[in-house]
């Protein structure tokens, strides 16, 4: 068995579980998301808490055992999301680099002789503060962190200058430029 898998995810509060067969379907106060479960795992509700198991043996390949911590790890997702959600921020950097939204699109005007403009998917919502910040939020994280990632992806931060979208708190290694590498600006180009 995974040790992920024989976990039990807690039902906080405000969120309500229903099991429908191998659907499991789990609503509350950020929203409403639904999974469907492999017929080799079993979702049972005990109480306040749900537990996923085996059912019946794990095949000889032990394919069950990695199945079963990430279904565990994506109901626990489900339910921390519909109760608290799920928000990741980036930081855009450079000069005249910004951020705006326009009603269900936000606008990036990252450097290129056009604003990118980006759809926003339906159970995500973003928020601007700042024109250099922008926070994305969701119940979904697989939402939530595909939409941040299709954000960074319009202009990455390159590693000279940092120019670009970053997540907040993202490390980007920097690189020395040409003048810093004290090679001498004499060149070699001999000739005539």
């Keep these: ?7 039990a995810i807690a039902i906080p509060a405000g969120a309500k579980v229903s099991l429908e067969g191998q659907r499991v ?3 509350g106060p950020k929203g409403k998301l639904a999974l469907m479960v492999p017929n080799e795992l079993r979702v049972a509700k005990e109480e306040q ?20 911590g990430l279904y565990r ?17 980036l930081e855009i950097t450079g000069v005249g680099y910004r951020a705006q939204l326009q009603g269900r699109k936000l606008s990036l005007t990252v450097g290129f002789s056009h604003p ?25 994280r697989q939402a939530v962190g595909q939409m941040a990632t299709t954000i960074r992806g319009v ?3 390159e ?21 810093a590498t004290g090679s001498g600006a004499k060149g070699g180009g001999g000739g005539k």
């Design 25 to 27: 379907a789990v609503e």
């Design 49 to 68: 808490s749900l537990r996923v198991s085996i059912a019946g043996k794990e095949d000889a390949r032990g394919l069950l055992r990695p199945a079963h």
């Design 73 to 89: 790890a994506l109901i626990a997702n489900m339910v921390h999301g519909v109760t608290e959600g799920f928000s990741r921020e």
């Design 1 to 7: 068995m995974s040790r992920i898998g024989r976990l």
């Design 155 to 157: 202009a990455p931060p």
């Design 116 to 140: 990118v403009v980006l759809d926003i998917p339906e159970g995500v919502t973003v928020e601007v503060p700042k024109p250099t910040t922008v926070i994305v939020k969701g119940a979904d």
């Design 159 to 179: 590693p000279y200058k940092g120019k670009g979208i970053k997540f907040a708190g993202e490390q980007i290694r920097r690189k020395a430029g040409k003048a």
